[in-house]
């Protein structure tokens, strides 16, 4: 599985952004997808996750009602929609994809065996 991130730029504070995943090498129906984040000299902290059915979405609280993640399979793409953005939302955010999870499982990098490329995100203030 290849995951090709893509999006990512430079906004103000307020503003929104679109980042897509392109998978290729199997159906993004047939694994569970996520988003993460990485600031320098942290690690990636889960941001969204899709489980295979693509009825179940869950995110965490930091970004809860402001970002969405929703996968389209004809085009085998999962996005995340950023709304409102802050500046603490700076971060270059990473797409993942592993097998079928458990809840609890969703938010841990080690969970997923493949990784896109990651696609920077700057919000000014």
């Known amino acids: 599985v290849q995951l090709q991130a893509s999006g990512g730029g430079w906004v103000q504070t307020g503003g929104s952004l679109r980042l897509s995943c392109a998978a290729s090498?199997?159906?993004?129906?047939?694994?569970?997808t996520a988003w993460f984040r990485q600031t320098p000299g942290k690690g990636r902290e889960f941001v969204a996750a899709i489980r295979r059915t693509g009825t179940n979405t869950y995110s965490s609280n930091s970004v809860k009602g402001r970002f969405t993640i929703s996968r389209d399979n004809a085009e085998n793409t999962v996005y995340l929609q950023m709304n409102n953005l802050k500046p603490e939302d700076t971060a270059v955010y990473y797409c993942?994809?592993?097998?079928?999870?458990?809840?609890?499982?969703?938010?841990?990098?080690?969970?997923?065996?493949?990784w896109g490329q990651g696609t920077q995100v700057t919000v000014s203030s």
């Open positions: 090498g199997r159906p993004v129906s047939t694994l569970t």
């Open positions: 993942a994809a592993g097998p079928n999870l458990i809840l609890s499982s969703l938010p841990s990098a080690e969970r997923y065996h493949y």
